[in-house]
């Protein structure tokens, strides 16, 4: 059976939930750990590996965490060292602010309490680097595929797009049918009918990478619209 990888957001949350956790519940059993995080065993050891590799600046053995897990049971031998509180550097600051403002765009906008969070830690952390000015790492939207959009609304044609997912940090290739153009919250969407999904959906505009206008109109299939009518 093959592997099940976890999504990149999905176990970074977990890696860094296994720090305190682990410290907490010393000598947990490899088993257990991986059933309190809801993941098989074998990635439980994966993402203990990685742990392994991190630590503090400087990343020699005497910074890194010191791991035991071999045996089945789970140990942090240095959990003292690596509680101590540390100061950041403006680099670092600045990579944490950027890190952040890409965890954001990536949270739905029903969950205003992680989206609050997240802008009260931004700021803590730029007043404590003292950054001069407002960090954004979301990208630009290019003009190319902005240009065919427009055509493709107007025209009333599908649309080839390769749109990035953030969440599960792949690209696909979709065909859709443009509706319109909304914007909330400070970002772009684009409302379509995707014919990958059979059903209607949101593409946020700064994340479609590449899109090409189709030669044949498109339209809507009837059952679909029937079926968002009833909602």
């Known amino acids: 059976m093959a592997k099940k990888i976890s999504a990149p957001l999905e176990r970074t949350a977990r890696l860094l939930d296994l720090v305190p956790y682990i410290s907490s519940h010393q000598g947990i059993s490899l088993k257990e750990l991986a059933q309190t995080f809801k993941v098989d065993q074998g990635q439980m050891t994966s993402d203990l590996t990685t742990l392994w590799m991190c630590g503090l600046p400087g990343y020699t053995p005497l910074e890194l965490m010191d791991l035991d897990f071999e045996s089945g049971f789970v140990t942090i031998h240095n959990a003292e060292t690596l509680s101590k509180p540390r100061s950041i550097s403006f680099d670092e600051g600045v990579a944490l602010v950027l890190g952040l403002d890409l965890l954001r765009s990536a949270i739905s906008s029903d969950r205003s309490d992680l989206l609050e969070r997240i802008d009260l830690l931004s700021q803590r952390l730029a007043g404590l680097i003292k950054l001069p000015s407002a960090l954004s790492a979301t990208a630009l939207v290019n003009q190319e595929v902005s240009s065919a959009i427009s055509e493709a609304l107007k025209s009333r ?32 969407y684009l409302s379509a009918y995707c014919y990958s999904a059979l059903d209607f959906r949101e593409f946020r505009i700064d994340r479609i990478q590449g899109a090409t206008v189709q030669s044949v109109q498109k339209e809507i299939p009837k059952s679909a619209v029937q079926q968002a009518s009833r909602f």
């Open 157 to 188: 044609m599908g649309l080839q797009i390769t749109y990035h997912s953030l969440y599960r940090d792949e690209l696909s290739t979709r065909t859709i049918y443009p509706i319109a153009m909304v914007e909330r919250e400070g970002h772009f």
